[in-house]
């Protein structure tokens, strides 16, 4: 069974830089998109970022365009977030997930991933 584990956050300064890394154990992750989200307690989980399988990228938010990258390695089972110029706003648990499709979808929408990783904390103190 497909299983995603984050990791590589942690506490960075504003203009700091972070790379998050989501790995696929049990399942090859070259057969489905992968998206970044995340979430402040209390608020709607905000998409980020999706790669499809032939790594085209869709970003769901315009608040960190140009500062986020997603990229996959397919050899490795990995999808990856890097994080640069980073701002207090970014303070969230970041997650990555999957709805097990090829592509992504032009709109962010949670409701159909049904595989989710616990999650990776990063915070940005003000």
């Not at 997603?70 to 640069?84: C, E, F, G, P």
Request: proline share 3%; aromatic share 10%; glycine share 10%.
């Amino acid at each position: 069974q497909l299983q995603l584990a984050e990791s590589g956050g942690g506490l960075v300064q504003p203009g700091g830089s972070l790379r998050l890394s989501c790995v696929a154990s049990g399942y090859s992750l070259d057969r489905y998109a992968i998206t970044w989200t995340r979430q402040v307690p209390g608020k709607e989980r905000e998409g980020i970022s999706c790669i499809s399988i032939t790594h085209i990228s869709t970003d769901y938010t315009d608040s960190e365009k140009g500062r986020f990258t997603i990229s996959r390695d397919n050899a490795k089972n990995t999808v990856y977030l890097q994080m640069n110029s980073l701002k207090p706003e970014a303070t969230a648990v970041y997650y990555c997930a999957t709805e097990r499709h090829a592509v992504c979808r032009d709109v962010f929408d949670y409701r159909g991933m049904d595989y989710w990783g616990n999650g990776t904390q990063v915070t940005v103190p003000s």
